[in-house]
């Protein structure tokens, strides 16, 4: 069954740390491209990280760039995303997506994340 399984979301106090996990089966996982993306509540859903498939190339967008590491595990098919210094307006609920071009597209079902004291 192809599907992606995200992890680690949870509520944590502004200034504090969350390590997402994104864990991959039924694809050829190395193959894929990577992304996280965020929706925040009555907001578009935005993309937040992507990683290459060999993990060479790596993008953030500008609000999480210094904060957020993206890195992937090919042996294990299974992406992270370490997010440090949180702040309020991190929360939303993460994403991880799957594409390789002509091949296959894949969504997970979500983690929600939530900074507040």
């Known amino acids: 069954q192809v599907q992606l399984v995200e992890s680690g979301g949870g509520l944590v106090q502004p200034g504090g740390s969350l390590r997402l996990s994104c864990a991959a089966s039924?694809?050829?996982?190395?193959?894929?491209?990577m992304r996280w993306y965020r929706q925040a509540p009555g907001k578009e859903r935005e993309l937040v990280a992507s990683?290459?498939?060999?993990?060479?190339?790596?993008n953030y967008a500008d609000s999480v760039t210094g904060r957020f590491t993206i890195s992937r595990d090919n042996a294990k098919m299974t992406m992270y995303l370490q997010m440090n210094s949180l702040k309020p307006e991190d929360t939303a609920m993460y994403y991880c997506?799957?594409?390789?071009?002509?091949?296959?597209?894949?969504w997970g079902q979500g983690t929600l994340v939530n900074v507040s004291s």
């Open positions: 997506y799957a594409r390789r071009v002509g091949y296959f597209e894949v």
């Open positions: 039924g694809f050829s996982f190395s193959s894929a491209v």
């Open positions: 990683i290459s498939n060999a993990g060479s190339i790596v």
